[in-house]
């Protein structure tokens, strides 16, 4: 399959999105939602949908592309109610596919219910072939939809919070959920915290998103995270919420990717501003294989942060390396990571960026990013870096290598198309033209966010993950949670 998706481990389209939930005393909640959405942009740009519910019917609208195209002001009127969940869903390879837009909503004896889902699920075939048997038909082939028929199936049955907590002893893997069931909105976190969740307060109500970005841009107050393995049930007045600890884990497994590359710099994650904590992970890079070099340089814009940390440790060691903008981004270009073919991927490098001649010719040169994936855009850079005269290009990078597939909801290419995969960092090196390469330690990592490593989720570094996949090596203790036989019904 062209669209990169069959070869996939799960052969299952990965989910890496935003999520939001508004709940307020009396204001429609779909005005602030798009907002939110707009702030988290940067977690999906394939899709952007939001449900809401007026006390007595859902409405929903979800399209293709993004938040400002998605919704017009008429379509966000439409959007009756103070009670909202939102979602923008992170493109696949190639893939334009609705049915797995979301929110996911569906109507049932028990009431009218949405989900917005981040992460991944890895025994969704499991739970769904258990509630195929029990008489329940799928329209898509997503995780969020069996969470959704999960979840409905045991609301005929129980009050919310036991529904809920029954669902999670039957799903295993990553999810930061927010659910409307009727007019109440909720925030459901795994047991190990993978994705992030945060909790907001507004004048007149209260917020949950995945990122403290969409808080601030709703000029809220930071409350506090959702705590892994917690439900939060917002107060359909929008005057509080209610906290139930579901579940409880020895370790979190909080994504490092999230520090690294995902969030927003801007967004505050467990009390860490992920700006600093990029900032740290570049003072590391120095003390750990720092090089003097004439400049450094940031691949914009997702080094920026690590090379500026990397030039102020550099100049404290007495370093002559000066900080310098080398190359120029087009921002125009979106993210260009998920093209389907290489020569796409390769020409849309060369549209993105551009290098900036005097602060390269003659030079020598490091070359600052967050992460290298399959290498491109290294290996373009360095070209393009000695073009235009560099002398060296020496090439760090904020993170380990990454060896291995993210299963838990980024997007992240299969063990054959990751550089790192079956070679040493000195034939990457190579492979990339730089005259030296080095990655960061898992040390400097869990250093750097704070964290010890058996709390992250360093499975595309390590390729032992903290959840149990099919196939794979654990880091951990992690039981999957038994699964009932389908009631006799
Ligand atoms: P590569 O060109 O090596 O395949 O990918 C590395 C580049 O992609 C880096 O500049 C990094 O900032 C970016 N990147 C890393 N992970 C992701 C991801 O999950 N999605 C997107 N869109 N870009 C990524
Ligand atoms: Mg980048």
């Given at each position: 399959?062209?669209d990169g998706?069959a ?5 299952k ?13 009396e204001r ?6 798009y907002?939110?959405?707009?702030a988290?942009?940067?977690?999906g740009?394939?899709s ?5 519910h007026?006390?007595?019917?859902q409405h929903?609208?979800?399209e293709?592309?993004l ?16 009670t ?5 869903r992170?493109?696949?390879?190639g893939?334009v596919?609705?049915d797995?837009a979301?929110p996911f ?5 028990g ?13 969704a075939?499991?739970v769904r ?10 329209t ?13 199936r045991?609301l005929?049955?129980s ?7 029954h ?11 927010t659910i ?8 459901v976190?795994?047991?190990q915290g993978?994705?992030?969740l ?5 004048d007149?109500?209260?917020?949950l ?18 705590r ?5 049930v ?6 509080g919420?209610?906290s ?16 690294v ?7 505050v994650?467990?009390?860490e501003?992920v700006?600093?904590?990029r ?7 120095w ?8 400049v ?5 814009d997702?080094g ?12 404290e ?9 080398g190359l120029?981004?087009n921002?125009?270009v979106?993210r ?7 020569e796409?991927?390769e020409?849309?490098v060369?549209l993105?960026?551009n290098?900036?001649?005097?602060t390269?010719e003659?030079?020598?040169v ?7 994936v399959r290498?491109?855009?290294?290996r373009?850079l ?5 073009d235009v005269g560099?002398?060296e290009v020496?090439?760090?990078i904020?993170?380990p ?7 838990m909801?980024?997007?992240m ?7 790192a ?10 492979e990339i033209g ?9 040390d400097?990592v ?7 490593k058996d709390?992250?989720c ?14 794979e ?9 038994t699964?009932?036989?389908p009631?006799d019904?």
């Amino acid at each position: 399959m062209e669209d990169g998706r069959a070869d996939r481990p799960s052969g299952k389209p990965r989910e890496k999105c935003g999520v939001v939930g508004v709940s307020l005393a009396e204001r429609d909640a779909a005005l602030p939602t798009y907002y939110a959405l707009y702030a988290l942009q940067h977690r999906g740009q394939e899709s952007a949908g939001i449900v809401t519910h007026d006390g007595f019917q859902q409405h929903q609208h979800v399209e293709m592309g993004l938040v400002g195209d998605a919704f017009d002001q008429d379509d966000v009127d439409a959007l009756r109610g103070s009670t909202a969940i939102g979602h923008v869903r992170y493109p696949t390879a190639g893939s334009v596919d609705k049915d797995c837009a979301q929110p996911f909503s569906v109507s049932f004896k028990g009431g009218a219910l949405g989900l917005s889902h981040n992460g991944n699920l890895v025994n969704a075939d499991e739970v769904r072939d258990d509630l195929a048997g029990a008489g329940h038909a799928f329209t898509s082939d997503g995780d969020t939809e069996v969470i959704a028929h999960d979840l409905a199936r045991n609301l005929l049955e129980s009050d919310l919070v036991r529904s809920v907590k029954h669902t999670m002893s039957r799903i295993h893997g990553s999810y930061a959920l927010t659910i409307m069931h009727d007019d109440t909105v909720l925030g459901v976190r795994d047991p190990q915290g993978n994705r992030p969740l945060i909790i907001g307060e507004l004048d007149d109500g209260y917020v949950l998103a995945s990122e403290s970005s969409a808080i601030d841009t709703l000029d809220g107050e930071i409350v506090r995270d959702v705590r892994p393995g917690e439900l939060v049930v917002l107060h359909e007045d929008g005057s509080g919420f209610d906290s139930y600890q579901l579940v409880e884990a020895e370790n979190t497994a909080h994504c490092f990717f999230e520090y690294v590359y995902f969030a927003r710099p801007d967004s505050v994650i467990d009390e860490e501003l992920v700006y600093e904590v990029r900032r740290d992970l570049g003072r590391e890079l120095w003390a750990e294989s720092g090089t003097e070099t004439d400049v450094v340089m940031p691949v914009p814009d997702s080094g920026r942060a690590f090379a500026s940390g990397y030039a102020e440790a550099a100049s404290e060691d007495g370093a002559a390396t000066e900080f310098a903008e080398g190359l120029m981004k087009n921002r125009y270009v979106g993210r260009t990571f998920i093209m389907p073919t290489q020569e796409a991927r390769e020409r849309a490098v060369r549209l993105k960026l551009n290098p900036i001649k005097s602060t390269v010719e003659g030079k020598t040169v490091t070359l600052i990013d967050d992460s290298i994936v399959r290498g491109t855009t290294s290996r373009q850079l360095v070209q393009l870096l000695k073009d235009v005269g560099a002398e060296e290009v020496h090439v760090r990078i904020g993170a380990p290598a990454i060896v291995a597939p993210c299963y838990m909801g980024i997007d992240m290419a299969t063990r054959e198309e990751l550089i790192a995969g079956d070679q040493s960092v000195d034939g990457i090196a190579e492979e990339i033209g730089a005259d030296s390469l080095s990655y960061l330690s898992t040390d400097a990592v869990s250093e750097a966010i704070g964290k010890s490593k058996d709390d992250l989720c360093l499975g595309c570094v390590t390729g032992e993950y903290p959840y149990d996949i099919d196939g794979e090596a654990t880091d951990r203790d992690v039981e999957r949670p038994t699964i009932e036989p389908p009631a006799d019904d």
